[in-house]
């Protein structure tokens, strides 16, 4: 089985060509053998959190490979609050934070709030990270994860590391956990394996912005043993998130 750990549906505004129908996104799955992908929804994380983690559970409904995460937005203290007090009875398994589209700093009082929640319920959270985003990249995260060390934390792109340095922060914090997706130079997958093991590692592609077949292929040819690579496609994701499948 593979799970894919990060994935939208809907349109996003910078990536025009991009179809993002959840029968889209089911396709693109189903082509590489995927079989289920944690969704939350461009609109969402564009400008409207309640109507677009609306749609997300719309399409979940409707196409079982659709796992529904919640996308919160901390700067709407009171909208964030009643998201996330339902979010159990409504079947979303995550939080999906992105502070580079809702300018903000995780390390933010309001992110901070929403961070406190999460951690204190144990629903794991993944943000968007980017190195050069300092409301989300490396120092952001150490500082979260440090704040919050039961938290629950997936670095989503895991940077999109060029340099080493979240890396680094996850040797330090045990509570981080790294997204793969959109990372695929050769020899920076395998020296991560190196230093951390394949414990905190977790397939994800962006679907639909980017080809799942992408990601799979640049797990797979790395030939680990099939239980240490089983572990990134799957089961990681299995039980962070708590999955029923
Ligand atoms: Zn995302």
């Not at 089985?1 to 089911?26: C, Q, T, Y």
């Not at 943000?127 to 409301?135: I, K, L, Q, R, V």
Request: one cysteine or more; charged letters at 25%; glycine letters at 6%.
């Amino acid at each position: 089985m593979i799970i894919d750990a990060h994935g939208h549906i809907g349109m996003f505004n910078s990536w025009p060509l991009v179809k993002g129908r959840p029968e889209d996104v089911v396709n693109m799955l189903c082509n590489e053998g995927i079989d289920y992908v944690l969704v939350s929804s461009a609109k969402a994380i564009a400008y409207d959190c309640p109507s677009g983690n609306a749609e997300v559970l719309e399409a979940a409904a409707k196409y079982k490979e659709i796992i529904p995460m919640l996308c919160i937005n901390p700067r709407r203290p009171e909208e964030a609050v009643a998201e996330l007090s339902t979010r159990q009875a409504r079947g979303f398994v995550g939080v999906k934070l992105h502070p580079s589209h809702h300018e903000y700093s995780l390390t933010s009082p309001a992110a901070r709030a929403v961070l406190e929640l999460c951690e204190e319920s144990q629903v794991p959270v993944l943000t968007h990270s980017a190195e050069d985003d300092p409301g989300c990249g490396p120092q952001a995260i150490a500082t979260i994860a440090e704040r919050h060390p039961d938290l629950l934390l997936i670095v989503g792109h895991a940077c999109l590391f060029s340099s080493r340095e979240v890396v680094d922060v996850a040797e330090e914090c045990p509570n981080v956990y790294l997204e793969l997706s959109v990372n695929y130079e050769a020899a920076k997958l395998e020296d991560t394996i190196e230093r951390l093991g394949c414990g905190r590692l977790l397939f994800g592609s962006d679907v639909p912005l980017h080809n799942p077949s992408v990601m799979v292929q640049r797990v797979k040819v790395i030939g680990l043993p099939k239980e240490e690579e089983n572990k990134i496609l799957c089961e990681n994701t299995r039980r962070l998130f708590q999955l029923s499948v």
